[in-house]
C-alpha cells in the first residue's frame, strides 16, 4: 500500500511538472518562435500605438465608418463575456431587437435587403468579420460620409475581402477594423 501512495505522489509530480510546466512553455515558445503574430493575437498597431486585434470585434458607429455585426459579448466585443445571446429564434426580445435593427438599417439604405449579419450576433460575439453583402450595403453611407466615390470604397472591400479558407472552409468576409483603418490612411474624415 505503501509503495502504491508513494507511485502515485511521484507520478502526480512528475505529470504536473511535465504537462502543467514544461510542455506548455515548450508550446509557447515555439509559437512565440514559428508564429509571433498570431501567438500574440494578431495585435494591430497604429503610430505605435495598439488598436486593436485582428480577432475581435469593435463598435464603430460613425457615418464615415463601416459598422461591425451587433455583439452579445458583455457590454460588446467584451472577450471576458465571450458568448452569443443565448436567446432562441422564438424569443421575444430577441425577434424585436433584429426587427428594429433591420428597420434602422433599411432606412439607411432603402434600396437594397438586410443582410443578415449586420442584425445578428456571432456565437462568439467577438467576430471582426462582415460578410462582403454586409460591405456592399454600408458602402454608399461610408462613401458619402468620406465624399469620395463608392468605386473608391468598392476597391478598398475588394483588397481586405479574404476568401474560404483553404478555398473551401467557411464563407468569404471582411475584417471592420482593419478595413476602417485603411479608410482612414487613405481617404480621413475631414
Known amino acids: 500500500m505503501k509503495k502504491n501512495l508513494l507511485t502515485a505522489v511521484l507520478m502526480t509530480l512528475a505529470t504536473t511538472i511535465l504537462l502543467g510546466l514544461i510542455y506548455p512553455l515548450v508550446v509557447t515558445a515555439i509559437a512565440q518562435v514559428l508564429f509571433p503574430k498570431q501567438a500574440n493575437g494578431e495585435l494591430i498597431s497604429k503610430d505605435g500605438k495598439i488598436v486593436g486585434s485582428a480577432l475581435i470585434g469593435q463598435t464603430f458607429s460613425g457615418a464615415g465608418y463601416f459598422h461591425s455585426r451587433p455583439s452579445a459579448a458583455g457590454?460588446?466585443?467584451?472577450?471576458?463575456?465571450?458568448?452569443?445571446?443565448?436567446?432562441?429564434?422564438?424569443?421575444?426580445?430577441?425577434?424585436?431587437?433584429?426587427?428594429?435593427?433591420?428597420?434602422?438599417?433599411?432606412?439607411?439604405?432603402?434600396?437594397?435587403?438586410?443582410?443578415?449579419?449586420?442584425?445578428?450576433?456571432?456565437?462568439?460575439?467577438?467576430?471582426?468579420?462582415?460578410?462582403?453583402?454586409?460591405?456592399?450595403?454600408?458602402?454608399?453611407?461610408?462613401?458619402?460620409?468620406?465624399?469620395?466615390?463608392?468605386?473608391?470604397?468598392?476597391?478598398?472591400?475588394?483588397?481586405?475581402?479574404?476568401?474560404?479558407?483553404?478555398?473551401?472552409?467557411?464563407?468569404?468576409?471582411?475584417?471592420?477594423?482593419e478595413l476602417n483603418l485603411e479608410l482612414d490612411e487613405h481617404y480621413p474624415l475631414h
Open 75 to 177: 457590454s460588446g466585443y467584451d472577450a471576458a463575456n465571450s458568448n452569443g445571446s443565448q436567446l432562441g429564434p422564438t424569443n421575444r426580445q430577441l425577434i424585436e431587437r433584429v426587427t428594429s435593427d433591420a428597420a434602422a438599417l433599411q432606412a439607411e439604405n432603402k434600396a437594397a435587403p438586410v443582410p443578415v449579419d449586420l442584425v445578428t450576433t456571432s456565437a462568439s460575439g467577438l467576430d471582426p468579420h462582415i460578410s462582403p453583402a454586409a460591405a456592399e450595403f454600408q458602402l454608399l453611407r461610408v462613401s458619402r460620409a468620406r465624399r469620395i466615390t463608392p468605386d473608391q470604397v468598392r476597391q478598398l472591400v475588394r483588397q481586405h475581402t479574404e476568401g474560404r479558407q483553404f478555398g473551401f472552409l467557411g464563407e468569404a468576409r471582411v475584417n471592420v477594423l
